[in-house]
Structure formats: C-alpha cells, structure tokens
C-alpha cells in the first residue's frame, strides 16, 4: 500500500474498525486528555469522514491528527489488526497537501531535503549555539530566548565535530565475519557521534567491515511523519541508490525510527516508482538494527571488561513494536560481566517523546515522560 496515495488507501483499514474501544487502554494521550478525539477510535472516525468528505480539510482536524505519537500502542492491542499508524500518516498526507504545512515545517524539511546545506548550516550553529543556549553540564544546555522552544527545556547541544566528519568512509578487519554499511542517523551524527564511534568499535572488535557512505543524510522519518512524503519519497530514493550500490551484507541502523524509514517506509514510498520497488524492498531485507546485528554475531566475550553496574533498559516503540527488537538489547546488556540488570515493570511504554512530537506539545510529552522516569 503506496503512501503516496493518500486516503483512498486506507479505506479497507478504517472499516475494519469495530470501535470496540480496546486502544483506549494503550493510548498514552488519552491517558492524559481523556477526550475522544485523541484516541485511535476517534481519529478512525474523523478518517472516515475526511475520507468521504463528510469533513472538510481545517486546522483545527489537522492538530487532531497531529495528537498521535505513532507509538504503535493502539495497533499492538487492537483485536481487529487495525493499522491505525497507516491511517494517521494517510490523513496528516492528506491535509498538509490541502492546507500546506506550517512555514516552520515547510522550512525544516527543505533543509533537510539539501543534505549539503543542512550540513554547512547545523556546523554554523554548533559554532555559535552558546548565544542562544546557556550550558548547565557537559551534554545539557537551556534556552536563553524562548526560540520556539519551552524555557524550562533541556536539551543536548550540537556535537562541534559530527560523526560523519571524524568517520572514515571504509574500516576493514581480518579475516571478516561479515561486511556491513553504517546509518549514523541525525541524532547520533549531530548530537550523540560518541555513539556512533562506539557502535563502530564494537563491530571492528567483533571482525565487522564496515562502510560509512559519505552521501548519506536524513532518513526522511520527519517527513513522513508529518505528512511530506512527496519529498520523503525523493530522500528514500537517494538512499536506495546510495547504499543499495554498496553490495553489502547488512545495513547497520542505530535508532528504531531510522530502522523503520528503510526497513517499512522505503517500500512502500517506493513501490510505484519504475526501477525503485525491487531494490527498496532489497534494501529493507538488509536493514537490521544493531543490537539485533550483534545479537546474531558470535560474539567474543573475552574482549569484554566487568562493569560494576545497575542497569535498565527503556523499549524505544519504533525499535520494539515497530521492528521487533525487543529481547536482544536485554539479553546484550545482562551479557556483559558485573552488570546487574533489573527491568522496569512496562519497559515498553511510551516515553511521549516522538520527535517533533515534542516540541510542538511540550507540557503533553512531559507529562507522558513522567510516568516513565518513575518507572
């Protein structure tokens, strides 16, 4: 089922909706709201109605679209199988193409459609992101103006050097067990490389060849998500060209929303697409998060040191109900010696982060962010 075409493919998915109401027990915003129109029931219904044009395109609909934190939730209780993320991403489609996106979207997502403007701008501002943030440790910074932004917000600053700077594009071993391309992905380029570095240590330590295609940019999962998937679909292209040429093994994601961009979305954005279907579904096959990459590798033990930890692991919902990864990253961590591992009672729910989500209902996400930092 094409992305691109818009209401009428999902139509079969909003019948099959009993409105049994089940999603409203998993739903983390109706959890808070208590109000209808945030939980997957009432958005199916106003679906429908857009759908058959008993509703008319408005802002006020769209902001009801845009409470969802595509969290998965609803779909893994629902007794009818419902796609319910299918139906939310196919109305946000449907009213960014009637209404147009805000000015600040429309901006955001023209940056990140130019990687190389995107690149020269986030390293101007990394250079200069002091005068519009204040430090208050190492990797948490506040807002000096409101920018848009909650002033009690904290948030991470740009890395000064990102991780595709300071990466070589190829690092052989010997005698390899398998040869791999890495996704760095937005966060862990711009904001966190020291992951980046370390997921690449871990696959050289474990016989891994690696490759890091300079060309690659944004997943295009923004775009998606907010209902751009014309220029989400000219992103997935670039990608299949860029690492479906690699003649890989496997393409390494670090981040579950990345991993969905490739292994669900290029497909689908795809799949009309004269020459493109093939090797986007080729491309998906490949994909594969890295705690299940080296959950699948014989690992060697020996190159591990004890750790005298207490440990927990939180279920990001794209890595978990989105791809499946759900006991690897456990089974990882209760593997390295001196760790003490101990699971949280719902590992699985959502933190309310959701990308953008976060930044447009700040007071929301953190409410929702709360239950999982007593937990």
Known sequence: MSLLNGMAAVKEEIIKCMKCGNCQAACP??????LEPAVARGKIHLA?????????????????FALCL??????????????????????????????????????????????????????????????????????????????????RRVVPPLATASFLDRAKEKYPVEKPLARVALFAGCLNNYVYPRVGHAALHVLQANRVEVVIPREQHCCGAPLIY?????????????????????????????????????????????????????????????????????????????????????VTYHQPCHLGRGLGVVKEPVELLSGIPGTRYTPLKDPARCCGNAGSFSLSHYHLSYRILGHKLKD
């Open 29 to 34: 915003i109706y959890k808070e709201l208590r």
């Open 48 to 64: 429908g109605m857009l759908a058959g044009g008993e509703l008319k395109a408005a802002p006020a609909l769209a902001e009801r």
């Open 70 to 151: 595509t969290c998965l939730a609803c779909t893994a209780v629902c007794p009818s199988g419902v796609k319910v993320c299918d139906i939310i991403l196919a109305a946000r489609a449907a009213l960014a193409a009637e209404l147009g996106l805000p000015f600040a979207k429309r901006a955001a997502f023209a940056a990140l459609t130019q990687p190389k403007l995107f690149r020269a701008g986030l390293k101007t501002f990394a250079r200069l992101q002091g005068l519009a943030f204040r430090r208050l440790a190492p990797f948490k910074m506040k807002p000096r103006f409101p920018l848009g932004l909650e002033m």
């Open 226 to 310: 907010n209902g751009a998937t014309g220029m989400a679909r000219e992103m997935a292209r670039s990608h299949v060209d860029i690492f479906g040429s690699l003649g890989v093994d496997a393409v390494i994601t670090m981040c579950g929303t990345c991993g969905e961009s490739f292994a669900h979305f290029y497909p689908r954005l795809l799949e009309d697409v004269p020459g493109y279907g093939k090797k986007a579904r080729e491309l998906a096959r490949k994909t594969t998060d890295i705690a299940r990459f080296l959950y699948r590798l014989p690992l060697d033990k020996g190159n591990l040191r004890s750790l005298d930890l207490s």
